[in-house]
């Protein structure tokens, strides 16, 4: 996956959960994501498809970091992973592949956004049917840590 | 879901299964999934997204139906869920969807798909970020079960 590609979902990522949440992060070194299991204890999933651009994109928490991400967001303390918190991982699946999708949509890299997926357990057997690697990028909280998991395929 | 959305994709599910893997079926009464768990041992999850239309649809396998239906398409025999079976699901769900989106397009419901996705596990908690239900089929075979979850929003 060209940094073309991946570029526009690592900055939709940083503004989001900056802006919804008020939280800072740091990003790490990307990587090729190489086993076939959920990342975190949460994950949202969303599904991309258009004529010049077919993936999906995921986006893994770590417990700690989407408590405090959530707690930022709507404004009272989670303590457990509840349908509140999961329906807010959905929101911020479907928001930062939406900002990836316009800025990628003005490169001429035009998808549409399926329904996000909420999926709740670690280690979790997935994977995905393509041969193009998934670009694994890790972000660091002050609370914990989550990464963004991104395959998006030119046609 | 309107039956005008939903009935494209059983006739793909039929089609598809009984033209690949010469395995014949039986329709039972469709209903709307209460739970938010993963209903067979092996689910494949594709993203639809569209103007017209969103959704996701998801077909899940028992053992003893997926390991006679993959036995079907590839001419052996296969007794666990392996690598090739769960890429066998992959395959499936996408000749799945590409039916439906052909019928659907037909009639107005233009969408396209998302990668493939396969996730190995009964039970695992997995819900949708929609307020529409999502309906689902089983079919029975003569050797097992399995779903198919629809969920197609039209915009």
Redesign the interface.
Same mark, same amino acid.
């Given at each position: 996956m060209d940094a073309e590609l991946i570029n526009p979902f690592i900055k939709s990522v940083e503004n989001v959960i900056t802006t919804m949440a008020g939280i800072s992060m740091t990003m790490e070194k990307p990587s090729i994501k190489r086993d076939n299991r959920t990342w975190g204890e949460v994950s949202g /999933? /969303?599904? $991309? %498809?258009? *004529?010049q651009a077919?993936? *999906?994109m995921i986006l893994s928490f770590d417990q700690p970091s989407i408590l405090a991400i959530v707690s930022g967001m709507l404004g009272e303390s989670f303590t457990t992973i509840d349908a509140q918190v999961?329906?807010a991982v959905?929101?911020l699946? *479907?928001m930062v592949s939406g900002g990836a999708k316009g800025a990628l949509s003005e490169k001429g890299y035009y998808?549409?956004? %399926?329904?996000? /997926? @909420? $999926?709740?357990?670690k280690d @979790?057997? /997935?994977?995905? $049917?393509?041969k193009d690697p998934i670009v694994l990028v890790p972000f660091v909280t002050e609370t914990g840590k989550f990464v963004l998991e991104a395959?998006l395929?030119k046609d």
């Open positions: /999933i /969303i599904g $991309l %498809a258009g *004529n077919t993936g *999906n999961t329906d959905g929101e699946t *479907n998808f549409e956004m %399926a329904t996000p /997926i @909420i $999926l709740v357990g @979790i057997e /997935i994977k995905q $049917l393509s395959s395929t």
